[in-house]
Protein backbone atom coordinates (compact mmCIF):
# COMPACT_ATOMS: atom_id res chain seq x y z
CA UNK A 1 0.00 0.00 0.00
CA UNK A 2 1.28 3.42 -1.24
CA UNK A 3 1.49 6.15 1.47
CA UNK A 4 1.44 10.00 0.35
CA UNK A 5 2.72 11.45 3.77
CA UNK A 6 6.47 10.96 2.68
CA UNK A 7 6.11 13.16 0.23
CA UNK A 8 7.79 16.63 0.20
CA UNK A 9 5.56 19.35 1.45
CA UNK A 10 3.53 21.23 -0.73
CA UNK A 11 4.58 24.86 -1.43
CA UNK A 12 3.05 27.43 0.65
CA UNK A 13 -0.33 28.97 -0.32
CA UNK A 14 0.47 32.63 -1.68
CA UNK A 15 -2.18 34.71 -0.33
CA UNK A 16 -4.23 36.80 -2.72
CA UNK A 17 -4.64 40.06 -2.94
CA UNK A 18 -7.10 42.35 -0.73
CA UNK A 19 -10.43 43.18 -2.86
CA UNK A 20 -10.39 46.43 -4.25
CA UNK A 21 -13.66 48.04 -4.99
CA UNK A 22 -13.71 49.92 -8.56
CA UNK A 23 -13.06 53.61 -8.11
CA UNK A 24 -15.67 56.30 -8.31
CA UNK A 25 -16.02 58.15 -11.12
CA UNK A 26 -16.14 61.75 -9.69
CA UNK A 27 -17.87 62.76 -13.39
CA UNK A 28 -17.46 66.08 -15.27
CA UNK A 29 -16.17 69.20 -12.77
CA UNK A 30 -18.04 72.18 -13.42
CA UNK A 31 -15.97 75.06 -12.96
CA UNK A 32 -18.70 77.47 -11.63
CA UNK A 33 -21.76 76.48 -8.85
CA UNK A 34 -25.31 77.24 -10.00
CA UNK A 35 -26.12 80.70 -9.28
CA UNK A 36 -28.49 80.68 -6.18
CA UNK A 37 -32.29 82.32 -6.53
CA UNK A 38 -30.97 85.41 -4.33
CA UNK A 39 -28.26 86.56 -7.19
CA UNK A 40 -30.21 87.08 -10.19
CA UNK A 41 -28.62 88.91 -12.83
CA UNK A 42 -29.31 93.02 -12.57
CA UNK A 43 -30.91 92.40 -9.11
CA UNK A 44 -28.47 94.48 -6.21
CA UNK A 45 -29.85 94.17 -2.76
CA UNK A 46 -30.71 97.39 -0.94
CA UNK A 47 -28.24 97.37 1.61
CA UNK A 48 -28.41 101.23 3.30
CA UNK A 49 -29.22 102.53 6.60
CA UNK A 50 -32.66 102.87 5.68
CA UNK A 51 -34.02 99.26 4.46
CA UNK A 52 -36.04 97.87 6.93
CA UNK A 53 -35.99 94.72 8.36
CA UNK A 54 -37.91 91.94 5.93
CA UNK A 55 -38.76 94.91 2.98
CA UNK A 56 -37.99 93.37 -0.06
CA UNK A 57 -34.87 95.22 -2.15
CA UNK A 58 -35.32 97.74 -4.73
CA UNK A 59 -34.56 95.93 -8.06
CA UNK A 60 -32.32 97.94 -10.39
CA UNK A 61 -31.24 100.73 -7.82
CA UNK A 62 -27.69 101.09 -6.91
CA UNK A 63 -26.00 99.89 -3.90
CA UNK A 64 -25.42 102.84 -1.09
CA UNK A 65 -21.87 102.99 -0.28
CA UNK A 66 -20.65 100.68 2.25
CA UNK A 67 -22.70 97.54 0.80
CA UNK A 68 -21.08 94.80 -0.10
CA UNK A 69 -19.34 94.41 -3.76
CA UNK A 70 -20.91 93.27 -6.55
CA UNK A 71 -19.65 89.96 -8.36
CA UNK A 72 -18.32 90.32 -11.99
CA UNK A 73 -20.56 89.29 -14.67
CA UNK A 74 -19.89 85.73 -16.20
CA UNK A 75 -17.60 85.42 -19.10
CA UNK A 76 -18.40 86.25 -22.86
CA UNK A 77 -19.19 83.33 -24.89
CA UNK A 78 -15.94 81.68 -26.18
CA UNK A 79 -13.98 83.57 -23.68
CA UNK A 80 -11.09 81.47 -21.86
CA UNK A 81 -10.03 82.80 -18.09
CA UNK A 82 -5.98 83.22 -17.88
CA UNK A 83 -4.84 80.35 -15.95
CA UNK A 84 -4.48 76.48 -16.13
CA UNK A 85 -7.42 74.35 -16.33
CA UNK A 86 -7.53 71.60 -13.93
CA UNK A 87 -8.13 68.28 -15.60
CA UNK A 88 -10.13 65.70 -14.25
CA UNK A 89 -9.55 62.28 -15.59
CA UNK A 90 -12.46 60.31 -16.05
CA UNK A 91 -12.39 56.67 -14.96
CA UNK A 92 -9.51 57.09 -12.59
CA UNK A 93 -8.29 53.66 -11.63
CA UNK A 94 -7.50 53.84 -7.82
CA UNK A 95 -4.27 52.18 -6.60
CA UNK A 96 -4.70 48.84 -4.77
CA UNK A 97 -5.47 48.86 -1.33
CA UNK A 98 -2.69 47.41 1.15
CA UNK A 99 -3.55 43.36 2.13
CA UNK A 100 -5.67 43.88 5.26
CA UNK A 101 -6.72 40.91 5.46
CA UNK A 102 -5.11 39.83 9.01
CA UNK A 103 -3.08 37.26 7.27
CA UNK A 104 0.51 35.93 8.90
CA UNK A 105 2.96 34.88 6.57
CA UNK A 106 3.59 31.49 6.11
CA UNK A 107 6.73 29.52 6.68
CA UNK A 108 9.30 29.24 3.66
CA UNK A 109 9.87 26.04 1.62
CA UNK A 110 12.87 25.47 3.24
CA UNK A 111 14.05 23.89 6.88
CA UNK A 112 14.55 25.87 9.50
CA UNK A 113 18.01 26.94 10.06
CA UNK A 114 20.64 26.96 13.32
CA UNK A 115 19.47 30.06 15.61
CA UNK A 116 22.06 33.00 15.76
CA UNK A 117 24.29 32.37 18.20
CA UNK A 118 25.10 35.60 20.26
CA UNK A 119 29.20 36.30 20.76
CA UNK A 120 31.54 34.15 22.32
CA UNK A 121 32.28 36.83 25.39
CA UNK A 122 28.24 36.45 26.09
CA UNK A 123 26.04 34.06 27.62
CA UNK A 124 23.19 32.99 25.48
CA UNK A 125 19.67 33.22 26.70
CA UNK A 126 17.23 30.42 25.70
CA UNK A 127 14.17 31.96 27.31
CA UNK A 128 14.55 35.22 24.36
CA UNK A 129 15.43 33.63 22.07
CA UNK A 130 13.41 32.18 18.77
CA UNK A 131 13.93 28.57 18.77
CA UNK A 132 12.82 25.10 18.13
CA UNK A 133 13.01 21.89 20.72
CA UNK A 134 12.07 18.46 20.34
CA UNK A 135 11.97 17.32 23.49
CA UNK A 136 12.36 13.13 23.06
CA UNK A 137 11.72 10.44 25.94
CA UNK A 138 9.74 7.44 26.75
CA UNK A 139 6.28 7.17 27.77
CA UNK A 140 6.02 8.47 31.83
CA UNK A 141 9.35 10.40 31.06
CA UNK A 142 7.62 13.50 32.18
CA UNK A 143 7.51 15.10 28.33
CA UNK A 144 4.17 16.80 28.46
CA UNK A 145 4.28 18.21 31.55
CA UNK A 146 7.81 19.94 31.28
CA UNK A 147 6.89 21.16 27.89
CA UNK A 148 3.80 22.67 28.93
CA UNK A 149 5.64 24.19 31.65
CA UNK A 150 8.67 25.70 29.92
CA UNK A 151 6.05 27.26 26.79
CA UNK A 152 4.21 28.68 29.80
CA UNK A 153 6.88 30.38 31.35
CA UNK A 154 9.57 31.79 28.42
CA UNK A 155 9.58 35.50 28.29
CA UNK A 156 8.73 35.16 24.56
CA UNK A 157 5.68 33.73 22.54
CA UNK A 158 6.22 29.78 22.41
CA UNK A 159 3.81 27.11 21.43
CA UNK A 160 3.75 23.90 22.84
CA UNK A 161 3.16 20.96 20.40
CA UNK A 162 2.61 17.50 20.96
CA UNK A 163 2.84 14.13 18.70
CA UNK A 164 0.49 12.16 20.73
CA UNK A 165 -1.93 14.91 20.27
CA UNK A 166 -1.95 15.52 16.50
CA UNK A 167 -1.85 11.53 15.80
CA UNK A 168 -5.20 11.30 18.15
CA UNK A 169 -6.52 13.50 15.75
CA UNK A 170 -7.79 11.22 13.65
CA UNK A 171 -10.95 9.83 15.69
CA UNK A 172 -12.79 7.42 13.41
CA UNK A 173 -10.01 4.83 11.48
CA UNK A 174 -7.55 5.79 14.91
CA UNK A 175 -4.73 3.50 14.29
CA UNK A 176 -3.47 2.74 18.04
CA UNK A 177 0.14 1.86 18.08
CA UNK A 178 -0.46 -0.34 21.36
CA UNK A 179 -2.49 -2.57 19.26
CA UNK A 180 0.56 -3.29 16.79
CA UNK A 181 2.87 -1.63 14.47
CA UNK A 182 1.71 -1.98 11.14
CA UNK A 183 1.41 0.47 7.90
CA UNK A 184 -1.30 2.20 9.09
CA UNK A 185 -0.11 3.54 12.24
CA UNK A 186 3.17 4.05 10.33
CA UNK A 187 1.25 6.39 7.34
CA UNK A 188 -0.33 8.18 10.87
CA UNK A 189 2.45 8.75 12.63
CA UNK A 190 4.69 9.78 9.74
CA UNK A 191 1.64 12.54 8.40
CA UNK A 192 1.48 13.23 12.12
CA UNK A 193 5.28 14.35 11.89
CA UNK A 194 4.11 16.21 8.83
CA UNK A 195 1.72 17.99 10.36
CA UNK A 196 3.58 19.42 13.53
CA UNK A 197 6.90 20.05 11.35
CA UNK A 198 4.49 22.17 9.07
CA UNK A 199 3.14 23.94 12.60
CA UNK A 200 6.38 24.67 13.83
CA UNK A 201 7.64 26.25 10.88
CA UNK A 202 4.61 28.48 10.39
CA UNK A 203 5.39 29.62 13.92
CA UNK A 204 8.89 30.07 13.99
CA UNK A 205 8.15 32.02 10.66
CA UNK A 206 6.09 34.32 12.57
CA UNK A 207 8.50 34.74 15.54
CA UNK A 208 6.55 32.48 17.98
CA UNK A 209 9.01 29.57 19.82
CA UNK A 210 8.19 26.15 19.61
CA UNK A 211 8.66 22.66 21.56
CA UNK A 212 7.48 19.41 20.37
CA UNK A 213 7.85 16.21 22.64
CA UNK A 214 7.89 12.82 20.83
CA UNK A 215 9.18 9.45 22.06
CA UNK A 216 11.91 8.75 19.29
CA UNK A 217 13.58 5.72 19.22
CA UNK A 218 17.71 5.77 18.38
CA UNK A 219 17.21 2.60 17.04
CA UNK A 220 14.42 3.08 14.61
CA UNK A 221 14.73 5.11 11.61
CA UNK A 222 10.86 5.24 10.25
CA UNK A 223 10.61 6.96 14.05
CA UNK A 224 13.72 8.40 14.45
CA UNK A 225 15.18 12.01 14.36
CA UNK A 226 15.93 12.06 10.37
CA UNK A 227 11.98 12.56 9.85
CA UNK A 228 12.37 15.84 11.98
CA UNK A 229 14.92 17.21 10.80
CA UNK A 230 13.80 16.47 7.58
CA UNK A 231 9.99 18.62 8.49
CA UNK A 232 11.52 21.11 10.53
CA UNK A 233 14.87 21.27 9.91
CA UNK A 234 18.64 21.42 11.21
CA UNK A 235 17.63 24.31 13.22
CA UNK A 236 15.94 22.01 15.75
CA UNK A 237 17.57 21.47 19.32
CA UNK A 238 16.98 17.92 20.34
CA UNK A 239 17.15 17.29 23.88
CA UNK A 240 16.52 13.50 25.46
CA UNK A 241 14.46 13.60 28.89
CA UNK A 242 15.64 10.30 30.33
CA UNK A 243 14.60 9.58 34.15
CA UNK A 244 15.02 5.93 35.69
CA UNK A 245 12.72 3.13 34.79
CA UNK A 246 10.97 2.82 38.47
CA UNK A 247 10.43 6.76 38.00
CA UNK A 248 8.67 5.78 34.55
CA UNK A 249 6.88 3.04 36.10
CA UNK A 250 5.20 5.32 38.78
CA UNK A 251 3.82 7.71 36.19
CA UNK A 252 2.71 5.22 33.89
CA UNK A 253 0.72 4.13 36.36
CA UNK A 254 -0.77 7.62 36.97
CA UNK A 255 -2.22 7.53 33.45
CA UNK A 256 -5.30 6.06 31.71
CA UNK A 257 -7.07 5.40 28.27
CA UNK A 258 -4.80 4.67 25.53
CA UNK A 259 -1.66 6.87 26.87
CA UNK A 260 -1.27 4.12 30.04
CA UNK A 261 0.99 1.20 28.88
CA UNK A 262 1.19 -2.07 30.32
CA UNK A 263 4.74 -2.44 32.65
CA UNK A 264 6.62 -4.45 29.84
CA UNK A 265 5.82 -2.06 27.37
CA UNK A 266 7.41 1.04 29.36
CA UNK A 267 10.32 -1.35 30.66
CA UNK A 268 10.83 -2.28 26.93
CA UNK A 269 10.71 1.41 25.50
CA UNK A 270 12.99 2.83 28.19
CA UNK A 271 15.70 0.04 27.24
CA UNK A 272 15.41 0.83 23.83
CA UNK A 273 15.28 5.08 24.74
CA UNK A 274 18.98 3.99 26.54
CA UNK A 275 20.44 3.90 23.14
CA UNK A 276 20.55 7.95 23.02
CA UNK A 277 24.00 7.65 25.64
CA UNK A 278 26.92 8.08 23.63
CA UNK A 279 25.00 9.75 20.88
CA UNK A 280 25.90 13.31 21.32
CA UNK A 281 22.67 14.43 22.18
CA UNK A 282 22.32 16.11 25.41
CA UNK A 283 20.40 14.42 28.02
CA UNK A 284 18.41 15.41 31.28
CA UNK A 285 17.76 12.83 34.17
CA UNK A 286 14.97 14.05 35.49
CA UNK A 287 14.40 11.44 38.43
CA UNK A 288 15.14 13.33 41.67
CA UNK A 289 13.37 16.76 39.85
CA UNK A 290 9.93 18.60 39.35
CA UNK A 291 9.05 20.01 36.56
CA UNK A 292 9.89 24.05 37.33
CA UNK A 293 13.39 22.07 38.16
CA UNK A 294 13.53 20.30 34.87
CA UNK A 295 12.45 23.25 33.08
CA UNK A 296 15.22 25.47 34.45
CA UNK A 297 18.00 22.52 33.63
CA UNK A 298 16.35 22.65 30.21
CA UNK A 299 16.94 26.25 29.51
CA UNK A 300 20.57 25.74 30.41
CA UNK A 301 20.88 22.48 28.01
CA UNK A 302 19.53 25.12 25.09
CA UNK A 303 21.54 27.92 26.15
CA UNK A 304 24.74 25.52 25.45
CA UNK A 305 23.28 24.23 22.33
CA UNK A 306 22.83 27.39 21.09
CA UNK A 307 26.12 28.18 21.41
CA UNK A 308 27.29 24.73 19.92
CA UNK A 309 24.82 23.02 18.57
CA UNK A 310 24.82 19.19 18.31
CA UNK A 311 25.56 17.23 15.64
CA UNK A 312 22.58 14.71 14.60
Not at 34 to 46: E, L, R, S
Not at 146 to 165: E, G
Request: net charge neutral.
Amino acid sequence: MQHAVGSPLPPPHQSGHGWTPAAHDPGAHHPGGHPGPAAHQGQVPHQGPAAHKGSAPHQGSAPHQGSAPVPPPPPAPGFAPPGPVPHTPHHVQAPPAPETTGHVPLPPGGPVGMPSAPPAASVPDASTTTIAVLLIGPAGAGKTSVAKYWADHRRVPTAHISLDDVREWVRSGFADPQSGWNDNSEAQYRLARRTCGFAARNFLANGISCILDDAVFPDRPVVGLGGWKRHVGPGLLPVVLLPGLEIVLERNAERAGNRRLTDEEVARIHGRMAGWYGSGLPIIDNSQLDVPQTARVLDDVLARSIASPPQW
